[in-house]
Nanobody, 121 residues
């Protein structure tokens, strides 16, 4: 049974940093690409960051809105995914979801329950 459990969200001020964690179980973590999505009130869910499954090299993707501020990483030994969020902005306020991608990496097929990030002064 695939399980994804996010933690690390909370209230932050503009310019602050937060680090989200996603503890996973129920599948071979190293064999799948992973990602972080977010959904703000009244908006569609969007892909924030994506990291390829670890083979010889690891590739990452970032949405333009977070490029240079967020960093996605993974530890296959710990079955854990992270999202380091620096220089937070009010527009980063959203419910953040960890997601596992399918075997060919084309779509997310499992989601966590989400962790709320609120950026406000």
């Amino acid at each position: 049974q695939v399980q994804l459990v996010e933690s690390g969200g909370g209230l932050a001020q503009p310019g602050d940093s937060l680090r989200l964690s996603c503890a996973t179980s129920g599948f071979t973590f190293s064999g799948y690409a992973m990602g972080w999505f977010r959904q703000a009130p009244g908006k569609e869910r969007e892909l924030v960051a994506h990291i390829s499954k670890s083979v010889s090299s690891t590739y990452t993707y970032y949405a333009d809105s977070v490029k240079g501020r967020f960093t996605i990483s993974r530890n296959n030994a710990k079955n854990t995914l992270w999202l380091q969020m620096d220089t937070l902005k009010p527009d980063d306020t959203a419910l953040y979801y960890c997601a596992k991608f399918n075997f060919d990496g084309t779509r997310a097929d499992y989601w966590g329950q989400g962790t709320q990030v609120t950026v406000s002064s």
